[in-house]
């Protein structure tokens, strides 16, 4: 199975005079082959974005540019030195990314979000925006590399191009094991600190 990784990703947007775009990632968790078991809560196969207990955070504050509330999607891309953050309908094929929360700091996320955008002045965070992958049950996701500059993107089912790609089977609430997942799922990913996990197939 080709390696697939879950990342904790920065995106900053440095507002001065110059400003200056980057992004981070770095490895936190590589799902493992799993056995089938029996006691398995799932979602339904729906189009749209999946609802997920745990993605319903809260607004602390925080100033960032992009105009966006809880429950939005939005499509995060570039690279190290020129991210882009842009507003994209969820489970569309723009949208990789949902906003589980807002934040002063990007410290402030939740531990295991799978990214966070934030803006900062003169060195100083302004605000952050919490994400989590725009996860959406039955559809699939090139989760790229671990590489600082890849993010996941959402892709045609009957693709098998891209250097990742899954097909989202089901989540699994008030669960953060991958073990827990059914048969069809060969890996997850783990959410503890919010409690539900990302049941995968590689395409």
Not at 183 to 199: H, I, K, M, Q, W
Request: charged share 25%; proline share 3%.
């Amino acid at each position: 199975m080709s390696e697939i990784v879950r990342r904790l990703c920065a995106a900053v947007i440095a507002t001065s005079a110059i400003a200056a775009f980057t992004v981070g990632c770095s490895s936190d968790i590589e799902p493992k082959a799993i056995a089938e078991s029996s006691s398995v809560v799932t979602e339904t196969t729906i189009p749209t974005t999946s609802k997920i207990n745990g993605q319903e955070g809260v607004d602390d504050g925080g100033d960032v540019d992009i105009d966006v509330a809880i429950g939005d999607c939005v499509e995060l891309s570039g690279t190290a030195h020129d991210a882009k953050i842009d507003n994209a309908d969820c489970g569309s094929m723009e949208s990789n990314y949902k906003v589980v929360s807002k934040a002063p700091t990007s410290d402030d996320c939740a531990t295991d979000v799978d990214s966070a955008y934030y803006e900062t002045f003169a060195g100083d965070e302004q605000g952050a925006v919490c994400l989590d992958i725009d996860w959406v049950v039955g559809g699939c996701i090139d989760m790229g590399t671990d590489s600082n500059d890849d993010q996941p993107v959402r892709i045609d089912c009957s693709s098998s191009g891209g250097t990742n790609p899954v097909r989202v089977v089901e989540i699994l609430q008030n669960s953060s094991s991958y073990t827990d997942c059914s048969g069809e799922a060969d890996s997850g990913l783990e959410y503890p600190e919010r409690n539900f996990t990302v049941c995968i197939a590689e395409l």
